[in-house]
């Protein structure tokens, strides 16, 4: 943790995260320092609690499913370094390919948006700070979320949901993802030939999670800037 953030000071969004996060708010980034040393994994996973509320239940209009963007096929016809998904764009979640029909970011966006929850695909770290850590911090827009990232990422994202007040789960890819600084920042800039993957036992959390019936309505949703939310019933 501490060399991450040493060396995300000679990047544009470490200096972001001083002057936008850590600055302004001293004291909940201490708190968050210090609750860090405690953040414990198990298997792949690690539970980030705020205020003593820990992350079971994590449904509701304030709630996030966010997942990495190198879980997109390879050839994903919305193209990989971005917000976007041609399936939840389409009348129906028609699939555009025959990738689309089993692209682990379709199923998720489907289990998250008809039990209520927004989703999110996540690029940079950059867009996270301005998409979902200012917004709940300045604004209460999260208060927990579910997120499939590298374990790698895992303390210092912990870190930035702690400080912002979400409350949530972080859950590790098995394979294709980043494991040192260096491929972490290549991704963050949309530098990323693997596809990322999780295993069978992640699945089966999720499944549990999300409920198994992933039929849902396009009308039932809207994007708001690079989040897709639920709409009122």
């Known amino acids: 943790?501490?060399?991450?953030?040493?060396?995300?000071?000679?990047?544009?969004?470490?200096?972001?995260?001083?002057?936008?996060?850590?600055?302004?708010?001293?004291l909940k980034t201490l708190e968050a320092?210090?609750?860090l040393r405690r953040l414990e994994v198990a298997g792949d996973v690690m539970d980030v609690s705020v205020n003593g509320m820990s992350s079971p239940d994590i449904k509701g209009p304030h709630a996030l499913v966010g997942v990495g963007f190198c879980l997109k096929p390879i050839s994903?016809?919305?193209?990989?370094?971005?917000?976007?998904?041609?399936?939840?764009?389409?009348?129906?979640?028609?699939?555009v390919t025959a990738d689309c029909a089993e692209c682990e970011i379709r199923k998720q966006a489907e289990g998250a948006l008809k039990t209520g929850r927004s989703f999110y695909i996540m690029t940079s770290a950059q867009d996270i700070l301005y998409d979902v850590l200012l917004p709940s911090l300045e604004g209460g827009r999260f208060t927990s979320g579910i997120f499939l990232?590298?374990?790698?990422?895992?303390?210092?994202?912990a870190m930035g949901l702690m400080i912002a007040g979400i409350r949530g789960r972080l859950i590790a890819f098995s394979s294709g993802d980043c494991r040192d600084y260096r491929t972490w920042v290549q991704a963050d800039i949309g530098i990323k030939e693997e596809q990322t993957v999780f295993s069978e036992e992640v699945r089966r959390h999720l499944e549990i999670s999300h409920g198994t019936d992933a039929a849902i309505s396009s009308s039932r949703f809207e994007k708001s800037g690079h989040i897709w939310t639920p709409l009122p019933r």
Do not use: T
């Open 76 to 95: 994903c016809p919305s193209g990989r370094f971005n917000h976007d998904c041609g399936c939840l764009e389409s009348a129906g979640l028609a699939c």
């Open 1 to 26: 943790m501490l060399m991450f953030s040493l060396q995300s000071l000679f990047r544009a969004y470490g200096w972001k995260f001083i002057y936008r996060v850590a600055l302004p708010h001293p």
């Open 33 to 35: 320092l210090w609750a």
């Open 149 to 157: 990232i590298c374990r790698y990422s895992f303390h210092p994202f």
